[in-house]
Nanobody
Framework: QVQLVESGGGLVQAGGSLRLSCAAS????????MGWFRQASGKEREFVAA????????YYADSVTGRFTIARDNTNNTPSLQMNSLRPEDTAFYYC????????????????WGQGTQVTVSS
């Protein structure tokens, strides 16, 4: 059973940066495509970024392209999300997720989820 635990959230001013990490255990990490999603209060969960099993390719939501970078370290089982130039509209609960197979943007296609970490961006 794969377990995911996010960390690194917090309160930051607009224009600032945060780095989210996701500690993965219980499976062969390199077998899973990884994704980051977020859910703001009163809104549906939305795709943020995803990376292939080997980290060779990544895909981003238009709203974060050029500001966020997803990465993974298969040695340490730790995918991460570097978030720069944060905006108030980035405020949300952020989740990492894992699935076997190719990376996708649809949250319902991911098999495993972490508990999430809150990111709050003040204006």
């Amino acid at each position: 059973q794969v377990q995911l635990v996010e960390s690194g959230g917090g309160l930051v001013q607009a224009g600032g940066s945060l780095r989210l990490s996701c500690a993965a255990s219980g499976g062969t990490f390199s077998s899973y495509a990884m994704g980051w999603f977020r859910q703001a209060s009163g809104k549906e969960r939305e795709f943020v970024a995803a990376v292939t099993r080997r980290g060779s390719s990544a895909y981003y939501a238009d709203s974060v392209t050029g500001r966020f970078t997803i990465a993974r370290d298969n040695t340490n089982n730790t995918p991460s999300l570097q978030m720069n130039s944060l905006r108030p509209e980035d405020t949300a609960f952020y989740y990492c997720a894992a699935r076997q197979g190719i990376m996708v943007t649809t949250p319902t296609l991911y098999d495993y989820w972490g508990q999430g970490t809150q990111v709050t961006v003040s204006s």
